[in-house]
T-cell receptor, first 114, second 117 residues
Framework: DAGITQSPRHKVTETGTPVTLRCHQTENHRYMYWYRQDPGHGLRLIHYSYGVKDTDKGEVSDGYSVSRSKTEDFLLTLESATSSQTSVYFC?????????????FGPGTRLTVL | AQKVTQAQTEISVVEKEDVTLDCVYETRDTTYYLFWYKQPPSGELVFLIRRNSFDEQNEISGRYSWNFQKSTSSFNFTITASQVVDSAVYFCALSEAYNNAGNMLTFGGGTRLMVKP
């Protein structure tokens, strides 16, 4: 199994509060991704990173920001959480950007915004 | 734009039955990759298979087999002699070789498979 951890694993927060989710990898992979999983939508890409301090937007990036100050850590921040951001968040890693590379996923973080 | 459709939202079978999960995709690229992931009740996502668009050979791995047909844009997944441990949500995903968002995976909505004893 790829060495990917996510913290926290569960979080309940209130509307309007900031929330930061952390993804940590021990594989030294260059690419890291944040997805959200919602019923009927599968997983959708929020942001991704292609190196330290190099990030870009995905399909559903509104309301989210990311940072990557070290190869092993990729942070996802909800500046002001809304109920529509209640979801399960998955981090993924891959060795390169080529489509031949498989993405491996972390265990997920279940976030509830009340 | 790329799109993946898994029309079967839920399938229920009795143990030892064979079951096929359908996946239909749309892409403008001639080079792309298709994936299947399994999400058991514990919630993690487990990689099952990757297939590139130039390789239409079917693949078999134990009780699992995959049928890739470019003519119908489908990448179907068959479990033979299903077992209770196969109960999970299965996702089909597509990655285009030249998309702009890194190596973005586009997922289908998933098929929940319930295998009853």
């Amino acid at each position: 199994d790829a060495g990917i951890t996510q913290s926290p694993r569960h979080k309940v927060t209130e509307t309007g509060t900031p929330v930061t989710l952390r993804c940590h990898q021990t594989e030294n992979h260059r690419y890291m991704y944040w997805y959200r999983q919602d019923p009927g939508h599968g997983l959708r890409l929020i942001h991704y990173s292609y190196g330290v301090k190099d990030t870009d937007k995905g399909e559903v990036s509104d309301g989210y920001s990311v940072s990557r100050s070290k190869t092993e850590d990729f942070l996802l921040t909800l500046e002001s959480a809304t109920s529509s951001q209640t979801s399960v968040y998955f981090c993924a890693i891959s060795e390169s950007r080529t489509s031949t590379d498989t993405q491996y996923f972390g265990p997920g973080t279940r976030l509830t915004v009340l | 734009a790329q799109k993946v459709t898994q029309a079967q939202t839920e399938i229920s079978v009795v143990e030892k039955e064979d079951v096929t999960l359908d996946c239909v995709y749309e892409t403008r690229d001639t080079t792309y990759y298709l994936f299947w992931y399994k999400q058991p009740p514990s919630g993690e996502l487990v990689f099952l298979i990757r297939r590139n668009s130039f390789d239409e050979q079917n693949e078999i791995s134990g009780r699992y087999s995959w049928n890739f047909q470019k003519s119908t844009s489908s990448f179907n997944f068959t479990i033979t002699a299903s077992q209770v441990v196969d109960s999970a949500v299965y996702f089909c995903a597509l990655s285009e070789a030249y998309n702009n968002a890194g190596n973005m995976l586009t997922f289908g909505g998933g098929t929940r498979l319930m295998v009853k004893p």
